[in-house]
């Protein structure tokens, strides 16, 4: 089993920058891919940005529009998101998810097997 726990979010103001962190723990080993979604209210999980445990190639969507970096630090099993020039619109709760398998869509929830708790950050005037 793998473990995952999101920290760092908050209340901010638009234009200013915040960083996630995830901690995983347990069979680390079996990630393959971390990958940071979130969810607003009445909206779908939406995919953030993921990045390979090994490797470190980092995955965006374009509707991040490079205002995003995800990082890793491998030898303390940890995984960031530095997010700059926030919007209204980032509002939502951030989650952490890990994926066993090396393959797959990045882009999607389902191929995730492990979730952290989620960790809110609202962007507010």
């Known amino acids: 089993q793998v473990q995952l726990v999101e920290s760092g979010g908050g209340l901010v103001q638009p234009g200013d920058s915040l960083r996630l962190s995830c901690a995983a723990s347990?069979?680390?080993?079996?990630?393959?891919?971390t990958g940071w979604f979130r969810q607003a209210p009445g909206k779908e999980r939406e995919f953030v940005a993921a990045?390979?445990?090994?490797?470190?190639?980092?995955y965006y969507p374009d509707s991040v529009n490079g205002r995003f970096t995800i990082s890793r630090d491998y030898a303390k099993n940890m995984v960031y998101l530095q997010m700059n020039n926030l919007k209204d619109e980032d509002t939502a709760v951030y989650y952490c998810?890990?994926?066993?398998?090396?393959?797959?869509?990045?882009?999607?929830?389902?191929?995730?097997?492990?979730w952290g708790q989620g960790t809110q950050v609202t962007v507010s005037s």
């Open positions: 990045i390979r445990r090994a490797s470190g190639t980092a």
């Open positions: 347990g069979r680390v080993g079996s990630i393959y891919v």
């Open positions: 998810a890990g994926r066993p398998n090396p393959a797959g869509n990045n882009e999607a929830a389902y191929e995730y097997e492990y």
